[in-house]
């Protein structure tokens, strides 16, 4: 039997898997999506010019890039690179932006 908690802030039960924190709505307490996903390796093509001697590998469609294994790989490949993970404005001008 799954153990229900009750929420100090908006009186809703929540769970395992389902955040613990709100805002005082009981519809924040959803579940946790993305932190157990799996993780499907892939060749991203747009993080290095194809001519860097790191694009070892081809995505489906011919293209060179390189080999993504998994997201902290990844995470650690943009930072090394000056690239922010996630999206960001339009606003912020002078930096080198990914966008996904």
Do not use: W
Not at 42 to 70: E, F, H, M
């Amino acid at each position: 039997m799954e153990e229900k908690v009750l929420c100090e802030k908006c009186g809703a039960e929540y769970g395992v898997g389902q955040f613990p924190f709100c805002k005082g709505l009981p519809s924040d307490h959803g579940t946790m999506s993305g932190f157990d996903e799996g993780f499907e390796p892939y060749v991203d093509t747009q993080l290095l010019d194809r001519k860097d001697t790191r694009c070892d590998s081809v995505d489906p469609r011919g293209v060179r890039g390189v080999a993504i294994n998994s997201r902290s790989e990844r995470r650690n490949l943009m930072k090394s690179l000056g690239l922010q993970y996630g999206s960001q404005k339009f606003e912020e001008r002078g930096k080198r932006l990914y966008f996904v």
